[in-house]
T-cell receptor, first 114, second 112 residues
């Protein structure tokens, strides 16, 4: 079946611009996670959705970052007033929702802020 | 709070040699532990995971890992390396609802 998909695969933007990154999880997966992976680092947690609600957004670095999942399926990560330090690969994962469940990752969106 | 330490950011082995990638974790609750592999320009793929029960876990591509609670370790091994094993490997620990905390990764290089 289809895995987790993310669009766009690459996004280049200028400092100060607004960007949206989309994640389409595996059908039936109630849990959705966003992570950020900087060069040479492991992925870092940003936000977790269970259904439509953000159950844990403690990893969002500041209020320029926001994510939604209005219908409990597709999620959008939104970044306002982008900064060069936001450049990274943004990963999305989905799972059945328990801690022991495997998270299936998408290929990521590589964001470059010039 | 959870944390993961992967000893050695780069490991180099010869084809056919033993692969050993080290992972130590810290967790305030009984952990769920995972190893993921990331090939160049690809997403993370699960190799294996420990949840409960048998402490020696077998995964895909001939990899296995052993959960040692007393040593807070979850090292990844493979008896004989193959060229196709060259990739970056991440150890991760999970919280009660699945939030993963990753180590910094180990890049495995396999020489002919």
């Amino acid at each position: 079946g289809a895995g987790v998909s993310q669009t766009p695969s690459n996004k280049v933007t200028e400092k100060g611009k607004y960007v949206e990154l989309r994640c389409d999880p595996i059908s039936g997966h109630t849990a959705l996670y966003w992570y950020r992976q900087s060069l040479g680092q492991g992925p870092e947690f940003l936000i977790y959705f269970q259904g439509t609600g953000a159950a844990d957004d403690s990893g969002l670095p500041n209020d320029r970052f926001f994510a939604v999942r209005p219908e409990g399926s597709v999620s959008t990560l939104k970044i306002q007033r982008t900064e060069r330090g936001d450049s990274a690969v943004y990963l999305c994962a989905s799972s059945l929702g328990l801690a022991m469940d495997t998270q299936y990752f998408g290929p990521g969106t590589r964001l470059t802020v010039l | 709070a959870q944390s993961v330490t992967q000893l050695g950011s780069h490991v180099s082995v010869s084809e056919g040699a033993l692969v050993l990638l080290r992972c130590n974790y810290s967790s305030s609750v009984p952990p769920y532990l995972f190893w993921y592999v990331q090939y160049p320009n690809q997403g993370l793929q699960l190799l294996l995971k420990y949840t409960t029960g048998a402490t020696l876990v077998k995964g895909i591509n001939g990899f296995e890992a052993e959960f040692k609670k007393s040593e807070t370790s979850f090292h990844l091994t493979k008896p004989s390396a193959h060229m196709s094993d060259a990739a970056e490997y991440f150890c991760a620990v999970s919280t009660s609802y699945g939030k993963l905390t990753f180590g910094q990764g180990t890049i495995l290089t396999v020489h002919p």
